[in-house]
Structure formats: C-alpha cells, structure tokens
C-alpha cells in the first residue's frame, strides 16, 4: 500500500480499493446465498432492504423498494411476487393505515436464512476482536460515511441517467 505524503497511514485510493475489494467479496456471498434459494441478485438485494427497514422499526413499503432499488413499478411488483411465491416476503396491511402496504420477511424465513449468515457473523466477531472501542467507533463511522456516500453518488448517477433518456 501506498502512504500518504505525512506518513499518516492509507492514501485514500488504498482505501478506495480495500472498500471495493469488500463490496466484490460481499456481492460473491451474496450470490451464493440467492443461489442456494433461488433468488436473482436484485431480490437479495430487495431482502436485505425489507429486512433493515423491519430492524429499524420502518417497513418498506413497495414503492419505497422501487425507488431504493431503481426499478419500475412493474418490475418491483414481479420481484415482490416472486419473493412472496418463495416465502421470503408477505404483503401486509399496517393498523394504523389500511391503504398501505408493508414489505416484511416471516420469522420462518428469517430463521430459514440464519444458518447462511450466522458463519459470516461468527467469523466477522472473531476477526474483531482485537479491536477497541475506539477503533470500532472509527470503523462504524467509517463504514457510515462510506455508505452514505454510495449512496447519495448512485442517486446522482440515477439522475443522470434519467436526464439522458
């Protein structure tokens, strides 16, 4: 790896390319994993967004999906169908609004999914343990921003595209 020019560690292009060298390993499982269930890499994608906006207490509903993902409504409603064909997703209606419709993964099939992501989990947990507090909070923050920032140059870039077409 290069340094920087002071000495103080990783230029950012190492680091640049430590993050896509993660993002390649992560889309490889995450490939494997819709492999071993049938699942196209937008519909791993698609769990992984139902799944955290059910962990952080805001159900997606599917045009949120669509507009994470950048797909039409036709093709957000195929992929939902075949997800919810596989038991990997149910369509439910929230008390509090029955016009909306709520994205959410059963707890059988989250408990089906464990036994893929629960190796990582255990291996990631033992990779890091001899991190301190202090270094897990710049990785956290690190990871943050990096995500952010993903995110706010993909939705750009969508723009973009769209303008052009």
């Known amino acids: 790896m290069t340094r920087d020019t002071d000495g103080g560690g990783p230029t950012d292009r190492d680091l640049s390319r430590l993050l896509q060298n ?27 967004l139902i799944m955290e906006a059910a962990r952080i207490g805001e159900p997606l509903s599917p045009s949120a999906l669509a507009k994470e993902l950048g797909l039409s409504p036709s093709a957000t409603t195929a992929l939902v169908d075949r997800l919810e064909a596989l038991g990997h997703v149910e369509r439910t209606r ?60 993909s939705a750009e870039v969508r723009g973009r595209d769209r303008r052009r077409r």
């Open 94 to 153: 929230p008390a509090d609004d029955r016009r909306r419709v709520a994205l959410e993964v059963p707890a059988a099939a989250l408990e089906a999914n464990r036994h893929l992501f629960a190796p990582l989990a255990v291996a990631f947990s033992g990779a890091w343990t001899g991190f301190t507090a202090e270094e897990r909070e710049v990785v956290r923050r690190f990871l943050t921003v990096s995500t952010e920032t993903m995110r706010a140059v």
């Open 22 to 48: 993660l993002t390649v390993e992560s889309d490889k499982y995450a490939e494997r994993f819709g492999a071993v269930h049938g699942l196209h890499r937008t519909d791993v994608n698609a769990l992984v």
